[in-house]
């Protein structure tokens, strides 16, 4: 997961992607996050409060770089996300750069990750291990929902310029933070494109 992180400090420097918020909007979404009991509204563009408590389910569009969270069938909180280097593809190996598509748990919290926490998505699961080994390779792990890169906080929501990482699911270290508290591990996850 190194080289993602060098590639996040790399694509500060490139112009903006299509699935980022528009530049004029980052410094108050940063703003908006640095409050604890606060969230970015992605679809209002508002700052809004962040609602207390567990949440029971997460839903991740790819090919919208949207994740959202439910309590009780309803959203109680949206995030933009960065994914991995290698596409919108589902990971088929390990080592593609691709985040998996399917149907997960959180199997467990990270508190010591290389980024600013994790949350480790149950992949692969067994039909996709063996499909991998069908096909003579490895399906990959250590697939997660996590933060920027330790020491690397100041990027904020410019993270989203560009999909940086090596397969995993990134947003700011301040959702991260309220992500981490609210999500038990055994929170069902889809990952769809």
Same mark, same amino acid.
């Given at each position: ?40 509204? &992605? ?6 409060? #962040?609602? =207390? ?7 991740? @569009?790819?090919?919208? $770089? ?56 149950? &992949? ?6 063996? #499909?991998? =080994? ?7 792990? @250590?697939?997660?929902? $996590? ?47």
């Amino acid at each position: 997961m190194k080289s993602g992180a060098a590639l996040l400090l790399l694509v500060l420097m490139l112009p903006f992607g299509a699935h980022a918020a528009r530049p004029t909007t980052y410094a108050q979404i940063d703003r908006c996050l640095a409050a604890p009991a606060e969230a970015w509204n &992605y679809r209002s563009k508002a700052c809004e409060p #962040a609602p =207390a408590g567990p949440v029971d389910r997460i839903y991740i @569009d790819k090919s919208d $770089h949207w994740m959202a969270v439910y309590r009780g069938g309803q959203i109680i909180r949206e995030f933009r996300v960065a994914l991995g280097v290698g596409g919108l593809k589902p990971k088929s190996r390990l080592g593609d750069g691709r985040v998996p598509e399917g149907l997960y748990t959180i199997s467990a919290h990270n508190p010591d990750s290389a980024y600013h926490l994790a949350l480790r998505i149950s &992949y692969p699961t067994p039909e996709q291990s063996a #499909a991998a =080994a069908a096909r003579g390779g490895n399906a990959g792990s @250590d697939i997660m929902i $996590h933060g920027l890169p330790n020491g690397h906080d100041a990027i904020g929501i410019h993270h989203l310029k560009f999909d940086w990482t090596d397969g995993c699911i990134a947003v700011t270290n301040r959702e991260m933070d309220w992500l981490y508290m609210a999500v038990r591990d055994g929170t069902p996850v889809e990952i769809r494109t």
